[in-house]
């Protein structure tokens, strides 16, 4: 969902409202409309159970890769559930969203945190490298172009689940992949990433929130 300048957001879950003052992409979750980088408050936020960690543990192995899960879910994952359903949809890990389950099938939509955990841990293959000066147009949240890709794992397939980083393995940008890996380096045109969130976009949301 996108907002453009001057909207106010009523939040019920953080029980705030926010004034955006720039266009922002945010994260919609049953009823409730939540930026990636407000934290909700305590009460809304459960400890993941033995149960559910398994659970998530498993999703993210079987989508992101093997050692993923582990390095996403600690003991330490919270849950924030659908208000409608009940179902667990925001996953908060030292007070940042790492991913959220994707309502439509069940599979995670990774943040930029959870990308930052992924890259540290070098457990995660699907990365899209990009030429370094299209970086900041990647970072505002555009999508990534096949002619701009200088790299691009073999194990990407579409509608996968990647992180974008530059020549500097700067991470850009997290989002869902339009091609095969070997199809963005073949290809010359078209879009290669579906970009969700950009690295700049998710830093003027925090700006905004502080303002």
Not at 13 to 38: D, I, K, R, T
Not at 95 to 115: F, W
Not at 117 to 146: E, H, P
């Amino acid at each position: 969902m996108l907002l453009n300048s001057s909207q106010v957001i009523l939040c019920p879950v953080l029980n705030e409202s926010f004034v955006v003052n720039v266009s922002v992409n945010l994260a919609c979750v049953g009823v409730l409309v939540v930026p990636e980088n407000v934290c909700p408050k305590r009460q809304y936020m459960k400890k993941a159970t033995a149960e559910e960690l398994f659970k998530l543990r498993g999703v993210a192995s079987y989508q992101l890769g093997r050692g993923t899960g582990a390095t996403l879910f600690t003991k330490e994952t919270m849950v924030v559930r659908s208000s409608r359903t009940g179902r667990m949809r925001y996953l908060y890990r030292d007070g940042k969203l790492v991913a959220t389950l994707r309502p439509t099938d069940g599979m995670l939509a990774l943040s930029l945190a959870g990308a930052q955990m992924l890259m540290r841990d070098r457990c995660f293959k699907n990365v899209v490298t990009v030429q370094t000066d299209v970086s900041d147009f990647i970072k505002r949240g555009r999508n990534v172009f096949a002619k701009h890709v200088v790299r691009a794992s073999s194990t990407i397939r579409p509608e996968d689940e990647v992180i974008v980083v530059n020549e500097r393995n700067e991470l850009l940008a997290t989002g869902r992949a339009f091609l095969s890996g070997e199809e963005m380096l073949s290809f010359r045109r078209g879009v290669a990433v579906k970009v969700r969130h950009g690295s700049s976009e998710s830093q003027m949301q925090t700006s905004s929130l502080k303002a």
